[in-house]
T-cell receptor
């Protein structure tokens, strides 16, 4: 049972435009959400996170939106750059105590065309 | 500060063999988690170790095991290898301070191929 779903396997956008990556989850116990970026032959790199007590978190070109009622979050990249081309993973955690377990989606491959 | 290191980076084994992978966390990090990445399943949680004790476990068979040493370094072992164990094995470390979520930092992974 996939508790974190990234239903679109790939996305292609033009340089300078907005990239919107979507993620849905089913577990109501999740209260912390993260986005990781992964280049080939490297481990995932933390990008941005959001707590369930917020609905938006912004860091430079990256903004994550959380809609708890819909169990949906999205990552917006504005403006998109060719260096953003990578696989993006959505992850979630149920922060019970010091639980460090992350549940990941299957990832979205973003291609930014020059 | 050095990042998470994993050894070896690449490994080729045959069915039935066993393998041990190593992970050195970021200095000061006490939690080490292991994940398996495959093309069809994405990243799946294997287990987490904190203070030499397994604190969380994913849904993997008993052939997958791990341990953590007093210096926080961790190893994972897979016995009786199957073709389906071919994957990228990722290690992540975090501070693991209690009562709050801690960002995980990943190593580059070990690419295991089972023939």
């Amino acid at each position: 049972d996939q508790q974190v779903k990234q239903n679109s396997p790939s996305l292609s956008v033009q340089e300078g435009r907005i990239s919107i990556l979507n993620c849905d989850y089913t577990n109501s116990m999740f209260d912390y959400f993260l986005w990781y970026k992964k280049y080939p032959a490297e481990g995932p790199t933390f990008l941005i996170s959001i707590s369930s007590i917020k609905d938006k978190n912004e860091d430079g070109r990256f903004t994550v939106f959380l809609n708890k009622s819909a169990k949906h979050l999205s990552l917006h990249i504005v403006p998109s750059q060719p260096g953003d081309s990578a696989v993006y993973f959505c992850a979630a955690s149920a922060n019970t105590g010091a639980n460090s377990k992350l549940t990941f989606g299957k990832g979205i491959t973003l291609s930014v065309r020059p | 500060k050095a990042g998470v290191t994993q050894t070896p980076r690449y490994l080729i084994k045959t069915r039935g063999q066993q393998v041990t992978l190593s992970c050195s966390p970021i200095s000061g990090h006490r939690s080490v988690s292991w994940y398996q990445q495959t093309p069809g399943q994405g990243l799946q949680f294997l287990f987490e170790y904190f203070s030499e004790t397994q604190r969380n476990k994913g849904n993997f068979p008993g052939r997958f095991s791990g341990r953590q040493f007093s210096n926080s370094r961790s190893e994972m072992n897979v016995s009786t290898l199957e073709l389906g164990d071919s994957a990228l094995y990722l290690c992540a470390s975090s501070l693991a301070a209690s009562g709050s979520y801690n960002e995980q930092f990943f190593g580059p992974g070990t690419r295991l191929t089972v023939l």
